[in-house]
C-alpha cells in the first residue's frame, strides 16, 4: 500500500520534526515544508536512511499569504495529513512596546497556520478526505500578562481550528487541535520549566501520531494539563487579575 | 546537575550543555576546557567535567550509507542500536560491538572499543575510515589514515581528549541472518580455559565468564562461548523467510538502587555456582538470537543499579601472552582470597594492538567489578600491582580510581599522549575528570 504523504508545515521546529520522524517511522512519505530548508537537509538524509521513506523539502515562508496556494500547487501529490507547526513564541516586552514585533507574533500564530489550513481544507474537501493538525497552545485558553499577545494569537488559531471541525465534520475530513503545553524545544531553551509538565519533543510527536491514528479532537500531550487548565479558565477573573502566573 | 559514568562512581556536579549543531558546539567550547560526553556508558569519570560537559546526543544523525563497501557516515552521537535498527534488516552488522548496543559512535571512537571478534579483527578503530574533529578554535578537522594522520591516530582510544569527535565514516559487515551459531564450552581450570581460546583462535566470536569465587582445582573455571554469524541455511524452515526476525525482548529495568546487602559473598557465590552449573549443563550449539549473544545484559536497563547506590568499580586490564597465565592466576587468586565476588568476570583473547593510546594488545584481557567499598578499592589497587607485575596496562574506559603513576607505569605512551596534547595546543581546551586525575 503507497501512503499519501505528510505535509508538516514549520518543519524546522522540534516538535514538528519529532512528529515528521514519528510518521517516517510509520512508513509515510513526507513533505518537509520551512524557511530555509537547507538547514533540514541532514535531517532528510537521516530520516530516509533509517525509515526507507521518500522525503522532499519546500522552502516557503508562511507570512507570504499568497505563496501558499502555489506552494500546495507544487506539490506531486495533494497530502493525506497536514500538520502545520508555524508558530513564534516572540517577546512579551518587546510585543507591548512594538507594534510591528506583535502583529508578526499574531501573523505567525494565527494568520498564517489558519489560511494555510484553510487553503488545505478547501483542497481536501474537494478530494472528500484528509486530516489536518494544527499545533496549538494552552496560552491561547486564557489571556496571561507574561505572553498574551502570544496566547491572543493562539487562542485565535484554535477557535478557528474548533470552527474548521465543525464545518468539515461528517465530509471525511478531520481536525486535530493539539495543546502541547511545556515542550523541552529550541523555543523554551533557557526556560526554567516544571519537569512534571514539561514534555520532550519525542513525546509531542509520538503522541500526535497515536491521536491521528484515533481521530481525537483534542490533544493535550500531557494530561495533567487539560486539568491544569480547567483549573486555570475558571478562576474568577477578579482573583485571576490580580495572579502573577 | 550530578552526572556519573555508567558504573555510578564517582557522582559529580557538572555544568551540562546540549548544543545541537557545529555552531553552537563551537561556541560551548569557549566556556573553558571541556569534555564530549556520548550515552555515558563508559564506567568512570573520563566523560565528566564539572566545569564544561557537553552532551553529544543532539549530533544524532545517520549522514549517508554505501551498501557497495558497507561505509556509514553517522554523527557522533547516534546510538549503536540504531544503527543496528536500520541496518541489520537490510543485511549489516558492526564490524565490531562492545557489549552494549547503547553507545553512542563517538564514545565507542574515544574509548575504541572491542568485541568478541578482537583476537581476529582488531578493535572499531580498525575499521574506521575517518573521524571530524572540532579543534579548540571551532574548526572542524577531518582526519583519516592518510589525512593528518597524528590526529586520527590519538584520537582513536584518545578518550575525547584530542576534541570533540562530530562525525565519523566506518564500515558495517555483511551478514546473512540475525543470528548467531553459538557453541558452549565448559572448562574446569585456568589451563583449560586459555588452551580451549588458542584452540579455537579461528572462531569469529569468542568469550569467558569466568567464575572468580573458585580456588583450588577450580580456580579459573569457565563458561567460553563461541560464535558465527549463522547463515540462511542454518535456520529452520520457517525463519529462513525472514531471517532478520528475531524474538522481541521485553525490556525489564531495575526501578531502584538495590539495597547494599544484596550482593554480598554468599549470594555472589551462590549466583556464580549456579551460573556455572546452569551454562555447563547448556548444549554445547545453539542458535543465539544477536541480542542474546551480544547484548545480554542490554535487556535489562539500568542494570548497574544491581550494585546498590554506592556503584560499581570496574577493573580491566590486558596482559601480554607470555605472562598471561601466571598473571590472571595471581590476579584470580588474589580475588578468590578477598572473598569479593565478581558478578561480571569476563575474560578474552585480544588480538593486534590499535593506534594512539587505545587499550587492547595481543594477550589476555579481564574484566570484573565490584560494587564500590573500601575494600573493593584497596583490592583494585592490588590488582593493579598484579598486573603490572605482568606487564599489563588499562582500560581507560572502565577506570575511575587508577593513578597517574600505575598508568605511566602500565603505558609507555600515557607520556606521549601527554605531550601531544601540549605541543597541538589541546591540553587546556580539552580535559575530563579522568585526565585530570591521571595528568594527562
Same mark, same amino acid.
Given at each position: 500500500?503507497?501512503?499519501?504523504?505528510?505535509?508538516?508545515?514549520?518543519?524546522?521546529?522540534?516538535?514538528?520534526?519529532?512528529?515528521?520522524?514519528?510518521?517516517?517511522?510509520?512508513?509515510?512519505?513526507?513533505?518537509?515544508?520551512?524557511?530555509?530548508?537547507?538547514?533540514?537537509?541532514?535531517?532528510?538524509?537521516?530520516?530516509?536512511?533509517?525509515?526507507?521513506?521518500?522525503?522532499?523539502?519546500?522552502?516557503?515562508?508562511?507570512?507570504?499569504?499568497?505563496?501558499?496556494?502555489?506552494?500546495?500547487?507544487?506539490?506531486?501529490?495533494?497530502?493525506?495529513?497536514?500538520?502545520?507547526?508555524?508558530?513564534?513564541?516572540?517577546?512579551?516586552?518587546?510585543?507591548?512596546?512594538?507594534?510591528?514585533?506583535?502583529?508578526?507574533?499574531?501573523?505567525?500564530?494565527?494568520?498564517?497556520?489558519?489560511?494555510?489550513?484553510?487553503?488545505?481544507?478547501?483542497?481536501?474537501?474537494?478530494?472528500?478526505?484528509?486530516?489536518?493538525?494544527?499545533?496549538?497552545?494552552?496560552?491561547?485558553?486564557?489571556?496571561?500578562?507574561?505572553?498574551?499577545?502570544?496566547?491572543?494569537?493562539?487562542?485565535?488559531?484554535?477557535?478557528?481550528?474548533?470552527?474548521?471541525?465543525?464545518?468539515?465534520?461528517?465530509?471525511?475530513?478531520?481536525?486535530?487541535?493539539?495543546?502541547?503545553?511545556?515542550?523541552?524545544?529550541?523555543?523554551?531553551?533557557?526556560?526554567?520549566?516544571?519537569?512534571?509538565?514539561?514534555?520532550?519533543?519525542?513525546?509531542?510527536?509520538?503522541?500526535?501520531?497515536?491521536?491521528?491514528?484515533?481521530?481525537?479532537?483534542?490533544?493535550?500531550?500531557?494530561?495533567?494539563?487539560?486539568?491544569?487548565?480547567?483549573?486555570?479558565?475558571?478562576?474568577?477573573?477578579?482573583?485571576?487579575?490580580?495572579?502573577?502566573? | 546537575?550530578?552526572?556519573?559514568?555508567?558504573?555510578?562512581?564517582?557522582?559529580?556536579?557538572?555544568?551540562?550543555?546540549?548544543?545541537?549543531?557545529?555552531?553552537?558546539?563551537?561556541?560551548?567550547?569557549?566556556?573553558?576546557?571541556?569534555?564530549?560526553?556520548?550515552?555515558?556508558?563508559?564506567?568512570?569519570?573520563?566523560?565528566?567535567?564539572?566545569?564544561?560537559?557537553?552532551?553529544?546526543?543532539?549530533?544524532?544523525?545517520?549522514?549517508?550509507?554505501?551498501?557497495?563497501?558497507?561505509?556509514?557516515?553517522?554523527?557522533?552521537?547516534?546510538?549503536?542500536?540504531?544503527?543496528?535498527?536500520?541496518?541489520?534488516?537490510?543485511?549489516?552488522?558492526?564490524?565490531?560491538?562492545?557489549?552494549?548496543?547503547?553507545?553512542?559512535?563517538?564514545?565507542?571512537?574515544?574509548?575504541?572499543?572491542?568485541?568478541?571478534?578482537?583476537?581476529?579483527?582488531?578493535?572499531?578503530?580498525?575499521?574506521?575510515?575517518?573521524?571530524?574533529?572540532?579543534?579548540?578554535?571551532?574548526?572542524?578537522?577531518?582526519?583519516?589514515?592518510?589525512?593528518?594522520?597524528?590526529?586520527?591516530?590519538?584520537?582513536?582510544?584518545?578518550?575525547?581528549?584530542?576534541?570533540?569527535?562530530?562525525?565519523?565514516?566506518?564500515?558495517?559487515?555483511?551478514?546473512?541472518?540475525?543470528?548467531?551459531?553459538?557453541?558452549?564450552?565448559?572448562?574446569?581450570?585456568?589451563?583449560?580455559?586459555?588452551?580451549?581460546?588458542?584452540?579455537?583462535?579461528?572462531?569469529?566470536?569468542?568469550?569467558?565468564?569466568?567464575?572468580?569465587?573458585?580456588?583450588?582445582?577450580?580456580?579459573?573455571?569457565?563458561?567460553?562461548?563461541?560464535?558465527?554469524?549463522?547463515?540462511?541455511?542454518?535456520?529452520?524452515?520457517?525463519?529462513?523467510?525472514?531471517?532478520?526476525?528475531?524474538?522481541?525482548?521485553?525490556? !525489564?529495568?531495575? @526501578? %531502584? /538502587?538495590?539495597? +547494599?546487602?544484596? *550482593?554480598?559473598?554468599?549470594?555472589? &557465590?551462590?549466583?556464580? #555456582?549456579?551460573?556455572?552449573?546452569?551454562?555447563?549443563?547448556?548444549?554445547?550449539?545453539?542458535?543465539?538470537?544477536?541480542?542474546?549473544?551480544?547484548?545480554?545484559?542490554?535487556?535489562?536497563?539500568?542494570?548497574?543499579?544491581?550494585?546498590?547506590?554506592?556503584?560499581?568499580?570496574?577493573?580491566?586490564?590486558?596482559?601480554?601472552?607470555?605472562?598471561?597465565?601466571?598473571?590472571?592466576?595471581?590476579?584470580?587468586?588474589?580475588?578468590?582470597?578477598?572473598?569479593?565476588?565478581?558478578?561480571?568476570?569476563?575474560?578474552?583473547?585480544?588480538?593486534?594492538?590499535?593506534?594512539?593510546?587505545?587499550?587492547?594488545?595481543?594477550?589476555?584481557?579481564?574484566? !570484573?567489578?565490584? @560494587? %564500590? /567499598?573500601?575494600? +573493593?578499592?584497596? *583490592?583494585?589497587?592490588?590488582?593493579? &600491582?598484579?598486573?603490572? #607485575?605482568?606487564?599489563?596496562?588499562?582500560?581507560?574506559?572502565?577506570?575511575?580510581?587508577?593513578?597517574?603513576?600505575?598508568?605511566?607505569?602500565?603505558?609507555?605512551?600515557?607520556?606521549?599522549?601527554?605531550?601531544?596534547?601540549?605541543?597541538?595546543?589541546?591540553?587546556?581546551?580539552?580535559?575530563?575528570?579522568?585526565?585530570?586525575?591521571?595528568?594527562?
Amino acid at each position: 500500500m503507497t501512503r499519501l504523504p505528510v505535509l508538516i508545515l514549520g518543519a524546522g521546529s522540534d516538535i514538528a520534526m519529532a512528529t515528521a520522524r514519528r510518521f517516517a517511522e510509520a512508513g509515510y512519505p513526507l513533505q518537509l515544508a520551512a524557511r530555509r530548508t537547507e538547514r533540514l537537509e541532514r535531517d532528510r538524509a537521516d530520516i530516509e536512511l533509517r525509515h526507507g521513506v521518500k522525503v522532499s523539502l519546500y522552502d516557503f515562508d508562511a507570512l507570504d499569504i499568497a505563496s501558499h496556494s502555489a506552494l500546495l500547487d507544487s506539490l506531486p501529490d495533494l497530502p493525506g495529513i497536514a500538520v502545520s507547526a508555524i508558530g513564534l513564541l516572540g517577546d512579551q516586552a518587546e510585543n507591548e512596546s512594538d507594534a510591528g514585533a506583535a502583529i508578526r507574533v499574531m501573523r505567525t500564530n494565527y494568520e498564517a497556520p489558519a489560511c494555510f489550513l484553510g487553503e488545505i481544507a478547501n483542497r481536501f474537501e474537494a478530494r472528500g478526505s484528509g486530516t489536518l493538525v494544527g499545533i496549538s497552545s494552552v496560552a491561547g485558553e486564557r489571556g496571561r500578562a507574561t505572553n498574551y499577545v502570544y496566547g491572543s494569537a493562539k487562542a485565535g488559531f484554535t477557535a478557528y481550528l474548533s470552527g474548521l471541525r465543525n464545518r468539515l465534520a461528517g465530509k471525511g475530513i478531520h481536525v486535530l487541535t493539539v495543546l502541547p503545553g511545556f515542550v523541552d524545544t529550541r523555543m523554551t531553551a533557557g526556560m526554567d520549566l516544571p519537569k512534571r509538565l514539561t514534555a520532550q519533543p519525542d513525546e509531542v510527536g509520538r503522541a500526535i501520531f497515536a491521536a491521528v491514528q484515533r481521530r481525537r479532537n483534542i490533544l493535550y500531550v500531557k494530561p495533567v494539563w487539560q486539568l491544569v487548565m480547567a483549573v486555570i479558565r475558571n478562576i474568577p477573573e477578579p482573583v485571576f487579575k490580580r495572579l502573577k502566573l | 546537575m550530578m552526572l556519573s559514568g555508567w558504573g555510578r562512581f564517582p557522582r559529580q556536579s557538572c555544568a551540562v550543555s546540549d548544543p545541537r549543531d557545529i555552531d553552537e558546539l563551537a561556541q560551548v567550547l569557549q566556556a573553558g576546557s571541556a569534555i564530549a560526553r556520548g550515552n555515558g556508558r563508559s564506567y568512570g569519570d573520563s566523560a565528566l567535567n564539572p566545569v564544561n560537559t557537553i552532551d553529544m546526543r543532539r549530533f544524532g544523525r545517520m549522514v549517508s550509507f554505501d551498501p557497495m563497501t558497507g561505509q556509514i557516515v553517522a554523527e557522533a552521537g547516534v546510538l549503536l542500536a540504531d544503527i543496528i535498527d536500520t541496518f541489520l534488516p537490510r543485511g549489516w552488522f558492526p564490524s565490531v560491538t562492545p557489549g552494549t548496543r547503547f553507545v553512542t559512535v563517538g564514545g565507542m571512537i574515544a574509548s575504541d572499543v572491542h568485541g568478541k571478534n578482537h583476537h581476529l579483527h582488531g578493535a572499531f578503530g580498525a575499521f574506521l575510515d575517518w573521524i571530524e574533529v572540532m579543534a579548540p578554535d571551532g574548526r572542524i578537522t577531518r582526519c583519516s589514515r592518510t589525512e593528518k594522520p597524528e590526529l586520527f591516530h590519538w584520537t582513536v582510544g584518545g578518550m575525547g581528549l584530542t576534541g570533540p569527535i562530530v562525525c565519523a565514516a566506518f564500515r558495517l559487515r555483511r551478514v546473512e541472518t540475525g543470528w548467531i551459531r553459538q557453541t558452549n564450552l565448559p572448562t574446569r581450570n585456568l589451563e583449560e580455559t586459555l588452551a580451549a581460546f588458542e584452540t579455537h583462535h579461528s572462531s569469529t566470536y569468542s568469550v569467558a565468564w569466568i567464575d572468580c569465587l573458585t580456588g583450588g582445582d577450580t580456580l579459573g573455571r569457565s563458561l567460553i562461548s563461541l560464535g558465527e554469524h549463522a547463515a540462511a541455511s542454518d535456520l529452520a524452515w520457517d525463519k529462513r523467510k525472514q531471517p532478520f526476525d528475531t524474538p522481541a525482548k521485553r525490556l !525489564l529495568s531495575m @526501578p %531502584v /538502587s538495590a539495597p +547494599a546487602f544484596v *550482593l554480598n559473598r554468599h549470594t555472589v &557465590r551462590a549466583f556464580n #555456582d549456579i551460573y556455572y552449573r546452569r551454562g555447563a549443563a547448556r548444549p554445547v550449539e545453539e542458535l543465539s538470537d544477536w541480542k542474546s549473544f551480544f547484548y545480554p545484559l542490554d535487556s535489562i536497563l539500568n542494570w548497574n543499579r544491581l550494585y546498590g547506590r554506592r556503584g560499581f568499580i570496574q577493573f580491566q586490564c590486558v596482559l601480554p601472552p607470555a605472562a598471561s597465565a601466571a598473571g590472571l592466576a595471581a590476579l584470580l587468586e588474589r580475588i578468590t582470597h578477598s572473598g569479593l565476588g565478581s558478578f561480571l568476570a569476563v575474560l578474552k583473547r585480544l588480538g593486534d594492538a590499535g593506534t594512539g593510546i587505545s587499550f587492547p594488545m595481543p594477550g589476555y584481557t579481564l574484566a !570484573l567489578d565490584f @560494587p %564500590v /567499598s573500601p575494600g +573493593a578499592l584497596d *583490592l583494585l589497587t592490588e590488582l593493579d &600491582r598484579i598486573a603490572l #607485575d605482568h606487564e599489563g596496562r588499562f582500560y581507560l574506559a572502565k577506570d575511575s580510581r587508577m593513578t597517574p603513576s600505575t598508568l605511566r607505569r602500565s603505558d609507555k605512551r600515557a607520556e606521549d599522549f601527554r605531550a601531544m596534547r601540549q605541543a597541538m595546543g589541546l591540553s587546556s581546551a580539552f580535559t575530563s575528570s579522568q585526565s585530570e586525575r591521571l595528568l594527562l
